[in-house]
């Protein structure tokens, strides 16, 4: 059984009218940040009234059955793990709802318009006080100077504020600033973060899904919803097709294919790897449209590491286009049309079934022919 996600809690918070930091307790999203949970609990639980012993059983009791069996905290995210439906389509909403309010309707999405709408003005520079460096310090050693330098944004709720890294390449301050508005909309996230004090922390998992769902933001304002699905569905998906379209919205072409694939009609899977400045690749990420992981079930552990590996490493600065055939999940060979770009700062690979593309072609004609 999956435990409900945050989107989901925040629902029910409204329905029933219960404190949403207490559900979110109740879950295990939240932890102590020492030892003692104590104090929040007691707080969460005053927050119900006064409680009878029987009711302290029981409601200790749902806390237990919430945390063994999803275990938030237990239970590692991977990183390119989907969101699941409910909390996409809540996230769709609130994405729509400030577009809509911002009135955009050109391409790329203007950014600053889009964050006015949403109420956040741009943050002075960001520091640390000396108190809150030596907390951090104590807590994680030399971690804090790294992480701050690898710090690209910030969402600052108090006063409204996004702080986003001076300098960085301007597709990736895009990125980083559309993805602290997503922080700063989702009111799951405003009201977890407004709650969190001293003693209390987002644990791990939550921090990593209020993450991606901060991406999914990103991704439904910069590509304004259905917009880049429309373009991309509206041909066969080929790597040079993926650069246009980045041009056209103004995104990074690893965001662009990571996009295409995830919300594309078509059989077709993408994989990159992030190129560091010595030249050498990191892991593999894999993204497969909904049609492509039917068939080929790379997701679910079928992938085949080798090829993707070699393609991904031959990589070049311009696009390189091959056929190959592999097994699909009934372990009958399946033609895909491979293509590969290096952009410099990632190694991309595109895997589209061959039939689907002639199936297109075809279809095509014969829409054509009908007219
Ligand atoms: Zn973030």
């Given at each position: 059984v999956e435990q409900p996600k945050p989107a989901a809690l925040h629902k029910v918070a409204r329905a029933y009218d219960v404190p949403f930091p207490t559900l979110m307790q109740w879950a295990g999203y939240l932890e102590a940040d020492d030892a003692q949970l104590s104090p929040n609990q007691a707080m969460a639980l005053r927050v119900l009234g006064d409680p009878s012993d029987d009711e302290l059983r029981a409601l200790r009791e749902i806390i237990k059955v919430l945390r063994a069996r999803g275990s938030a905290t237990a239970t590692p995210f991977a990183a390119d793990r989907p969101l699941d439906p409910e909390t996409r389509q809540e996230i769709v909403r609130y994405a729509y709802a400030l577009l809509h309010e911002a009135g955009v309707d050109s391409r790329p999405t203007p950014l600053h318009v889009v964050q006015s709408a949403a109420g956040l003005v741009a943050a002075g520079e960001l520091t640390l006080t000396p108190k809150d460096r030596d907390r951090l310090v104590s807590r994680f050693g030399g971690w804090v100077s790294r992480a701050w330098q690898n710090l690209l944004g910030a969402m600052d709720f108090r006063e409204d504020a996004i702080w986003v890294k001076p300098d960085l390449h301007p597709k990736r301050e895009r990125w980083v600033r559309a993805h602290e508005i997503g922080h700063a909309i989702l009111p799951w996230q405003r009201e977890t973060f407004a709650y969190l004090d001293d003693q209390t922390r987002l644990n791990d998992a939550t921090a990593a899904l209020f993450e991606r769902e901060a991406n999914e933001v990103?991704?439904?304002?910069?590509?304004?919803?259905?917009?880049?699905?429309?373009?991309?569905?509206?041909?066969?998906?080929?790597?040079?097709?993926?650069c246009e379209l980045a041009a056209l919205f103004d995104t990074s072409i690893v965001a662009t294919a990571r996009r295409v694939a995830d919300r594309t009609g078509q059989e077709c899977a993408v994989a990159i790897a992030h190129q560091g400045r010595d030249g050498w690749l990191g892991p593999t990420h894999l993204y497969c449209s909904r049609s492509f992981e039917a068939r080929f079930r790379w997701q679910a552990g079928r992938r085949p590491e080798n090829e993707i590996r070699t393609a991904l490493r031959s990589a070049a600065l311009i696009v390189r286009r091959n056929e190959v055939s592999l097994p699909d999940a009934r372990a009958e060979r399946a033609a895909l049309r491979l293509e590969t770009l290096n952009t410099g700062y990632a190694a991309i690979a595109t895997f589209v079934r061959d039939g689907a593309v002639r199936r297109f072609v075809r279809d095509r004609a014969h829409a054509l022919g009908a007219r």
């Open positions: 990103a991704a439904e304002i910069l590509f304004q919803g259905k917009q880049l699905q429309d373009e991309a569905d509206g041909s066969p998906i080929t790597l040079e097709g993926i």
